[in-house]
């Protein structure tokens, strides 16, 4: 099972400022390049209850499915929630007072206990550097009968991306990305009294190594390690690796979906 390094409360927060930042650099065209992301987070849509009053969207981004999710429950009061600044400034002037957005980290919502219906995730979970304490937080921030819906990867996404760096000469610049017991153990210490976890495997294909890099870096996803930065001869090296893995639809990306249902 591949785990998420521990890190140092230091080593933490020079981790939040690293995503921070490389999220609100992607903020501008983050829609424009995240398609995968997007079709990912449609899993989640049919798992919605029938009623909220009250709904965060966790790792909201540039607000579309905060937006969504206040024309799904018009009733409801929706808060977009995420730890980049830039994000919530390209969420505010799509969607404006469609959703009420708070700059925050997941591993401290600035939000009341049981306050919560409804807690939506699409591809957060995956970012913070202690998932189980954002997990306490979700079910912190939840009232009873509330429900959690989170969509996060595992182990074997990206893997394409992964082989072809490594393969250059680089071993970092892929996060190492939890498996299923760690998030359903996570989850049951966490106080969820109904945990339930569904995994699948999407590939999704690009017509270059280029449109590859773009759809990887264009959504703020090349931060995970230090000194994972590509020279020149790197990139070649890693083109013509990725080239021998080329399919008739194009060059594979594989996601490893976890989707995380969670009732207090």
């Not at 709904?55 to 607000?63: E, R, Y």
């Not at 700059?103 to 600035?110: E, F, G």
Request: proline share 5%; glycine share 10%.
């Amino acid at each position: 099972m591949s785990v998420s390094v521990v890190r140092s409360d230091d080593a933490a927060q020079n981790w939040r400022r690293r995503v921070a930042r490389a999220f609100s650099r992607a903020a501008p065209r983050y829609l424009e390049l995240a398609s995968a992301q997007a079709r990912l987070g449609e899993t989640l849509w049919p798992l919605l209850p029938q009623a909220a009053r009250t709904v965060l969207d966790l790792g909201c981004g540039p607000g579309h499915w905060s937006a969504r999710l206040a024309a799904h429950y018009p009733a409801a009061r929706v808060w977009g929630l995420d730890l980049a600044p830039g994000m919530l400034a390209e969420a505010r002037r799509r969607h404006g007072d469609h959703a009420s957005w708070l700059c925050a980290d997941a591993t401290a919502l600035p939000l009341a206990s049981g306050s919560m219906d409804l807690v939506f995730s699409n591809l957060a979970l995956q970012w913070c550097p202690r998932p189980e304490q954002a997990l306490r937080e979700i079910r912190r921030v939840l009232r009873p009968g509330g429900l959690a819906l989170i969509n996060t990867l595992g182990p074997g996404t990206l893997a394409e991306v992964a082989r072809a760096w490594s393969e250059a000469g680089r071993t970092g610049g892929v996060l190492a990305f939890d498996g299923a017991e760690r998030h359903l153990a996570g989850a049951r210490r966490a106080g969820f009294r109904h945990v339930e976890l569904q995994a699948q495997r999407r590939r999704f294909h690009y017509a270059d190594f280029g449109a590859v890099r773009a759809s990887i870096k264009g959504v703020g996803a090349q931060v995970a390690r230090p000194g994972a930065r590509l020279g020149r001869a790197d990139l070649v090296r890693a083109e013509e690796r990725y080239e021998a893995l080329r399919e008739p639809a194009g060059l594979p990306v594989s996601y490893h979906l976890f989707t995380l249902q969670l009732k207090v």
